[in-house]
């Protein structure tokens, strides 16, 4: 189905958004790690490597994890 998979490319843009907006990447893999209860390093090179391959599921979440966390650190910049 056509929309789904546009949906999946908007999800996977802002994604790719959120992650260039945080200056550091580690920290922000850290956190998001912790909040799906998952390895970092499963996060990072699953997630946010070359292959931005987060479970359709779990896309929603992410974004707003990651939203927040920018806002939270970010601020006052």
Do not use: G
């Not at 929309?3 to 550091?24: D, G, L, Q, S």
């Not at 499963?42 to 490597?49: A, D, K, Y």
């Amino acid at each position: 189905m056509w929309y789904k998979k546009n949906i999946t490319m908007v999800y996977t843009k802002k994604i790719k958004e959120e992650f260039n907006n945080c200056k550091n990447k580690v920290e922000l893999v850290e956190y998001v790690a912790d909040k799906f209860q998952m390895n970092p390093v499963s996060i990072r090179s699953n997630w946010f490597s070359n292959h931005w391959a987060v479970p359709t599921y779990k896309q929603e979440k992410l974004i707003d994890l990651m939203q927040k966390y920018n806002k939270q650190k970010y601020k006052n910049q």
